[in-house]
């Protein structure tokens, strides 16, 4: 597994997220504490929002620990909305492809998780895509995949509607394979002026989630596990959860998606 960090707010460094908590993104690529494995060194990735309606984006694959690109980066780019990652790899392979976070046109994206049994799903999930989704894929990862298929149902016009239409695309191409649906989804997202994440697992082990609701900076922050220890000022976000965050607030809503097969246990 992965694991990331988001923030949206006034302007600060990258490095205020990224490298210099106690427990920053960086710290958790070599020791994380709520994950499956505590290294995440198979490459890392950072998008920024700016002056420009696109985001900036910066990946690579050397373990983030190790890159000291990446440390000066975060010490002199200063941003309102910033995605940041660390990669555990599930299968494929290590390149600068498969980093997260990813985008597409305005939107950033990166995640935490896996599709169950996708060496099977893929050729039909590919299929399903618009030429003008597929073309933006360059890499080979069930996430890429997964954010192109948000972007077809609707991303820009429905961001929490597109999410849950393409989970449900997912857990329906696994019924059809004949195949028990498993997907552990914990991803965040932008479009450059909101930051929406998402918790959902078709078991109980859905990827952990925080928002920082106080701390040192006056916006949000939504990670994988805290940066500090300072419990007080992290939430746990509850499994089937979608957010939306902006500078001044949040809103944690139910996330529900529908399969063909309403009476298939999701869960277990």
């Known amino acids: 597994m ?3 960090a988001a923030y949206v ?3 600060i460094f990258l490095e205020d997220i990224v490298c210099s908590p106690c427990h920053s993104l960086i710290a958790q690529s070599q020791n994380a504490l709520e994950a499956k494995t505590p290294t995440n060194g198979d490459g890392f990735g950072v998008a920024w929002y700016g002056d420009r309606d696109e985001p900036g984006l910066y990946r690579d694959v050397l373990p983030a620990w190790s890159d000291q690109n990446l440390k000066n980066i975060c010490r002199q780019i200063r941003s309102g909305l910033f995605l940041a990652h660390v990669r555990a790899t599930t299968g494929a392979s290590v390149s600068r492809e498969n980093c997260h976070p990813f985008t597409c ?3 950033s994206f990166m995640h935490n998780g896996k599709i169950g049994g996708f060496e099977h799903l893929r050729r039909t999930l590919e299929a399903g895509l618009s030429d003008e989704a597929h073309a933006q894929r360059t890499g080979a990862t069930d996430s890429e ?3 192109l298929i948000m972007v077809d149902e609707g991303l ?9 239409r393409a989970v449900a695309n997912v857990l329906n191409a696994s019924i059809a394979a004949g195949i028990k649906p498993q997907l ?4 965040a997202f932008s479009d450059g002026e909101q930051l929406f994440a998402v918790r959902y697992a078709t078991d109980r082990f859905a990827p952990s989630l925080y928002i920082r ?3 040192r900076t006056a916006g949000r922050c939504i990670v994988s596990e805290p940066l500090d220890d300072t419990s007080a000022d992290w939430m746990e976000i ?4 979608f957010v939306t965050a902006t500078a001044d607030s949040f809103d944690i809503g139910e996330f529900s998606p529908a399969t063909a097969d309403r009476r298939l246990p999701l869960s277990a």
């Open 213 to 215: 609701e106080s701390g």
């Open 184 to 187: 552990r989804l914990t991803s």
């Open 238 to 241: 509850p499994a089937d959860s």
């Open 105 to 107: 046109g305005r939107w």
């Open 156 to 164: 820009d016009a429905d961001p929490h509607g597109a999410t849950q």
């Open 9 to 11: 707010g006034p302007d």
């Open 145 to 147: 995949l997964f954010f």
């Open 2 to 4: 992965c694991r990331w």
